[in-house]
């Protein structure tokens, strides 16, 4: 595990972000494994600034997400293809038949996971993964569980997902209780992983992600087991928990 700690979110923005400049300049034909949230927004940001003044091309670049949410369109702002499209797609040169969550409206979701993890293996897996941390320790929208999910599933969310996810919703009952996501194995498969976290309310959950027991009821913690994960987190989040290695 390498850790890059930094002052602040627009540091871990910036440093998260110059690792992603990397991996596209050096493999122009890179699969990135993208994420959601307010984490890794401000990265996104620096990726239309690199591409804005001619750092950065993404003409042949794939992206695939990592979750959406089962029941909203494109167009609905809460989706995350929403989100995706508003916060990054719009802003730079990469094709939209490049880009790939899964279809929140698929009518067979179980069908259409299926169909998301074999896309994953045709593109010979993910060079390099983005993820956020939920305050459960999920990534992705991998829950809590007794067993580690491997491939691409639906989820029902957790109480404390919804209810954290609500902030951006009109009202917490207008979160949908269920989502498709990677699996473990789809994240664990990526070549690199980058893990962006900010802020002391994720303190806890980080230091038990880094260092505590592997275990499904913390879905973070099996990354410690990934041959190539960089941790990007500011002060608040680490909390001199990088002493620890
Ligand atoms: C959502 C996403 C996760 C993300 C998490 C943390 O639940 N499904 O992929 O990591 O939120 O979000 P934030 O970065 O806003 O704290």
């Not at 499209?85 to 698929?106: S, V, Y």
């Not at 639906?154 to 209780?177: G, H, Y």
């Amino acid at each position: 595990m390498r850790i890059i700690k930094t002052k602040n979110y627009d540091e871990m923005s910036r440093k998260a972000a110059n690792i992603f400049f990397s991996q596209i300049v050096f493999k122009e034909n890179s699969v990135l494994g993208l994420a959601t949230g307010s984490s890794v927004l401000g990265l996104y940001n620096n990726l239309i600034d690199g591409f804005k003044i001619g750092d950065l091309d993404f003409s042949n670049v794939i992206t695939v997400n990592l979750d959406e949410y089962v029941g909203l369109d494109s167009e609905n702002d809460q989706s995350y293809r929403y989100y995706m499209n508003k916060n990054l797609f719009d802003h730079i040169n990469i094709k939209k038949e490049n880009t790939h969550l899964p279809d929140g409206l698929a009518e067979d979701a179980e069908a259409e996971c299926a169909k998301y993890n074999k896309m994953i293996e045709d593109f010979g897996g993910i060079d390099i993964q983005l993820l956020g941390l939920g305050h459960n320790g999920h990534i992705g929208f991998n829950e809590p569980d007794e067993t580690f999910i491997k491939e691409t599933h639906v989820v029902t969310l957790d109480e404390s997902t919804i209810k954290a996810n609500s902030r951006f919703f009109a009202d917490e009952k207008d979160v949908p209780r269920k989502a498709m996501t990677m699996g473990i194995q789809n994240i664990m498969q990526a070549k690199k992983i980058i893990l962006c976290v900010s802020g002391e309310q994720k303190r806890e959950i980080l230091k038990k992600v880094m260092f505590g027991e592997i275990t499904p009821k913390i879905p973070g913690s099996i990354l410690q087991l990934h041959p190539d994960l960089t941790v990007v987190a500011d002060e608040d989040a680490l909390g001199g928990a990088e002493k620890f290695i």
